[in-house]
C-alpha cells in the first residue's frame, strides 16, 4: 500500500490550496483518512480527519478555512485549504487506515509530505 500526496506550493497570504492524496496497492477497505502538518521544531498534528461514512473533525486552528473531502472511488482524499496563514506553513502528511484483504482490521500508512508554504 501507498499513499501518494501532492498540491503543495508558495502561495501568499488569504491564497488556497488543495491538496490530495492517493492510496494505491492491496486495498479491501479504507477506514479513517486524515491530513496532519508539522512545522520545524513542531510536533505533527492533526488537521483534519475524515471517517469512511463522511463524518469530519478539524483542528481548531482551522476551522472554517480548511475541507477535507474523501472520494472512495478513487481511494483519494483532498484537503481544501482556503485564506492560507503563515502560521499554516508546514510539512503536510496524509494518512489513512486501511485493510489489505477481508480478514484484515486495519493499518495506519502515511505518505511522504507535500510542503506548503505562505510567504509573501
Known amino acids: 500500500v501507498q499513499l501518494r500526496a501532492s498540491g503543495g506550493g508558495l502561495v501568499q497570504p488569504g491564497g488556497f490550496l488543495r491538496l490530495s492524496c492517493a492510496a494505491s496497492?492491496?486495498?479491501?477497505?479504507?477506514?479513517?483518512m486524515g491530513w496532519y502538518r508539522q512545522a520545524p521544531g513542531n510536533q505533527r498534528e492533526l488537521v483534519a480527519g475524515?471517517?469512511?461514512?463522511?463524518?469530519?473533525n478539524y483542528a481548531d486552528s482551522v476551522k472554517g478555512r480548511f475541507t477535507i473531502s474523501r472520494d472512495n472511488a478513487k481511494n483519494t482524499v483532498y484537503l481544501q485549504m482556503d485564506r492560507l496563514m503563515p502560521e499554516d506553513t508546514a510539512d503536510y502528511y496524509c494518512k489513512a487506515n486501511i485493510a489489505a484483504h477481508i480478514l484484515s482490521y486495519g493499518a495506519d500508512y502515511w505518505g511522504k509530505g507535500t510542503l506548503v508554504t505562505v510567504s509573501s
Open positions: 496497492g492491496s486495498i479491501f477497505r479504507i477506514n479513517d
Open positions: 475524515i471517517t469512511s461514512g463522511g463524518s469530519t
